[in-house]
Each structure stands twice: as C-alpha cells, then as structure tokens.
C-alpha cells in the first residue's frame, strides 16, 4: 500500500513562474510533512516542513499548504528560478521512530 | 563537521557477493537509517537505528542486514547480492529535539552500487 503518492512526475516551468507540487496521504497519525529537495549526484536535503496543526507555511519562495480533512498538501514555489531545478520529494512521519515515507519524487525543469 | 558520510562512493559486485556500506555521521546524532532510491520509486526505508546497539527493520528489509556498534556509524551489509539490489544507497541521521525540525534528516551523499 503506497502511504503517500506524489504529482506529476515531472514539471517544467518558466523562469519566474509558479512550481506547484502535490502530495495525498492515507493514514491520519502521520504529524509531521516536510519536502526535501535533490540535486543529480546528492543526498536528499530538508527544504521546508509543516506540522498538521498549521495550514500554512512560507519560508522565503517556498510555501507548504497543509489541508488535513482532504489529507493533502502541496509545496508552491514562487518566482522559480533555474537553480530550483532539482528533484522534490514529498515525505510522511509519525511516531517516535521518527521514520520518513517519501513519495515517488517531482522533477523540476525550470528554463531560463 | 563532515556531517554524515558514506564509504564507497561506487562499488560494482557480481551476483552472490557480499559487501559492506559504511555511514558515519559526526553531528553526535542518535537515529540512523538506510535507504536505497531506485527511479520513479523515491526512497525506501531499509533499517534504522535508534541508538547504539539498536536496529530495527523499515519497508524494504530482505536481502540486508545492518549494525550499530558505535554511536557513529550504521553498517548496511549485502551477503549475497542479486541485481535487484542494483540501486543508490543513501544513510540519514537525525537527532531527539523539539520543534518543527525534529524529524529533520541528514543524508550522506549516497553509494551508488551495480549488481552484475
């Protein structure tokens, strides 16, 4: 069972336009959600994280929209730059484990 | 700080081998885990670890096996590699706090590792 799927699969945006990515989840105990970003040849690293009890995030270009009765959120980036062209990953945590289910990940173009 | 590494970079095996993958972090973290990333499949939990002598099984557990004798490193160990383990390995850590971060991982910069 694929507890947290990931949309699209690839996206190509405009220097100076919107990315938006979106993220559903099935299971109601996850309480912690952070996007982490990817560049070719690196390790994932943490981008921006919400927890269930806020609807909003922003930290600079980048928001999390959390929306916790559709059992969904989405990472929005404004004025998209070439160097945001990395692959996202959407991820799912609970427990003391502190254990993270990712999506399947989002290929980000941005074009000059 | 080196932050989280990992050792080697790139290694080929040929099938039924046995290998061995080290990750040492120096963040003094207590959690651990390994992932393997394949495409279009992001990544997937194989073991962590929540302290020293700890492991415990993620998603993706068969065909490996792990240890934590030291705070510092988590061992993920291949005993006869098949080339569905043709994949890029990836060791995370991360520490007890509170706050919107403390669930933040930090990755090592992966192995990429060909099972022929």
């Known amino acids: 069972q694929q507890q947290v799927k990931q949309s699209p699969q690839s996206l190509i945006v405009q220097k100076g336009g919107i990315s938006i990515i979106n993220c559903a989840y099935e299971?109601?105990?996850?309480?912690?959600f952070p996007w982490y970003q990817q560049f070719p040849g690196k390790g994932p690293a943490l981008l921006i994280a919400?927890?269930?009890?806020?609807s909003e995030k922003k930290e600079g270009r980048f928001t999390i929209s959390f929306n916790k009765s559709a059992k969904q959120f989405s990472l929005h980036i404004m004025d998209s730059q070439p160097g945001d062209s990395a692959t996202y990953f959407c991820?799912?945590?609970?427990?003391?484990?502190?254990?993270?289910?990712f999506g399947s990940g989002t290929q980000l173009t941005v074009l000059p | 700080n080196a932050g989280v590494t990992q050792t080697p970079k790139f290694r080929v095996l040929k099938t039924g081998q046995s290998m061995t993958l080290l990750c040492a972090q120096d963040?003094?973290?207590?959690?651990m885990y390994w992932y393997r990333q394949d495409p279009g499949m992001g990544l997937r939990l194989i073991h962590y670890?929540?302290?020293?002598?700890?492991?415990a099984k993620g998603e993706v557990p068969d065909g490996y096996n792990v240890s934590r004798l030291k705070k510092q490193n988590f061992l993920l160990g291949l005993e006869s590699a098949a080339p569905s383990q043709t994949s890029v390995y990836f060791c995370?850590?991360?520490?007890?706090?509170?706050?919107?971060?403390?669930?933040?991982?930090?990755f090592g910069p992966g192995t990429r590792l060909t099972v022929t």
């Open positions: 995370a850590s991360s520490f007890s706090t509170t706050g919107d971060y403390s669930y933040e991982q930090y």
């Open positions: 299971n109601t105990a996850f309480d912690y």
């Open positions: 919400i927890r269930p009890d806020v």
């Open positions: 991820a799912v945590a609970s427990g003391s484990a502190r254990q993270l289910t």
């Open positions: 963040m003094n973290h207590e959690y």
């Open positions: 670890s929540v302290g020293e002598g700890t492991t």
